[in-house]
């Protein structure tokens, strides 16, 4: 019996994953610029940050903005400040 059958909370479909994803199928010209390994990963690590702070209730601008300009400032390896749950207030959505 599926697991789905046993526990009410999991969905029955994928409607989640397909609207997470539906940005890049609209984006797909836009790729056409990503035409090298350098281009693919600089777009990945972009795209990888906007989704972790809507994810995470975060203004994906001003996380983002926040990564970029504390990231270069950090030591080595000192990822734990810029994780979405310690970003500072400011990058938190206002519930307007």
Do not use: H
Not at 39 to 50: K, P, R
Request: aromatic residues 12%; contains cysteine; charged residues 20%.
């Amino acid at each position: 019996m599926p697991p789905f059958f046993e526990n009410g909370c999991i969905e029955l479909t994928n409607n989640r994953a397909e609207r997470s994803i539906k940005p890049f199928v609209m984006g797909r010209k836009n790729f056409l610029f990503c035409n090298t390994p350098r281009g693919a990963t600089a777009a990945e690590v972009i795209y990888s940050l906007i989704e972790t702070a809507k994810f995470n209730g975060l203004d994906p601008y001003e996380y983002t903005l926040y990564v970029l300009r504390t990231a270069p400032n950090l030591a080595a390896g000192d990822v734990d400040p810029l994780l979405p749950w310690n970003a500072p207030e400011f990058c938190k959505k206002s519930q307007s």
